[in-house]
């Protein structure tokens, strides 16, 4: 198993300003992700977090706007850059033990709410 | 298209029993979960099936039939806890997860 810490839990931020979300894992994983879902709705994978490389993005997100680092194979940040309204949702980090097919754990999530 | 089909919302009643229906059409299939979420929380797992037919843990159970793209997660002795959406997902060919739009499960005394 695996315990996914997330920070922050929420924020309120200003249009055209950039937030940074930190997610830990208290154990090294191979495989670390990315989700936004928005109210109502169901998850939608932003990128793969690569370790030691760049992320790979999935279609309609760009690195410019969701820069994501990965130093480790622990540690990860999302940043949502240039914000709009648009991009307030919940903004979960996840990880997968266990190889390809393995269980998929979740943080906490960040609520973010942009004005 | 790959596309994932559930139900948005159920109500049942508190020690009864209710079936969430889940069918798929995906690039490949590498397996079949279960995640519950409550409201305002991360999803947590509840099951994987890969081959066809019944899994059973404690109050819930989860049956996948691969020939049909269909699956049902079986939640018995409703709890008012029980209360939280259903969300299910399809591993595709490449192993990137499909997700449904989740049933929201809504539960009366």
């Known amino acids: 198993s695996a315990v996914i810490s997330q920070k922050p839990s929420r924020d309120i931020c200003q249009r055209g300003t950039s937030l940074t979300i930190q997610c830990q894992v208290d154990s090294q994983v191979t495989m670390m992700f990315w989700y936004r879902q928005q109210p109502g709705q169901s998850l939608t994978l932003i990128a793969t977090?690569?370790?030691?490389?760049?992320?790979?993005?999935e279609s309609g997100f760009v690195i410019d706007k969701f820069p994501i680092s990965r130093p480790n194979l622990t540690f990860s940040t999302l940043t949502v850059s240039n914000m709009s309204p648009e991009d307030s949702s919940i903004y979960l980090c996840?990880?997968?033990?266990?190889?390809?097919?393995?269980?998929?754990?979740f943080g906490e999530g960040s609520r973010l709410t942009v004005l | 298209g790959q596309n994932i089909d559930q139900p948005t919302e159920m109500t049942a009643t508190e020690g009864a029993i209710v079936q969430i229906n889940c069918t798929y059409q995906t690039s490949g299939f590498n397996g079949l979960f279960w995640y519950q979420q409550h409201a305002g929380e991360a999803p947590t797992f509840l099951s994987y099936?890969?081959l066809d037919g019944l899994e059973e843990k404690g109050r819930f159970s989860s049956f996948l039939s691969r020939s049909k793209g269909y699956s049902y997660l079986l939640l018995k002795e409703l709890q008012m806890k029980d209360s939280a959406s259903y969300l299910c997902?399809?591993?595709?060919?490449?192993?990137?997860?499909?997700w449904g739009a989740g049933t929201k499960l809504i539960i009366k005394p």
């Open positions: 996840s990880a997968r033990t266990g190889g390809d097919t393995g269980e998929l754990f």
């Open positions: 099936n890969v």
């Open positions: 977090a690569n370790q030691g490389s760049e992320a790979t993005y």
């Open positions: 997902a399809v591993m595709d060919s490449n192993y990137q997860l499909i």
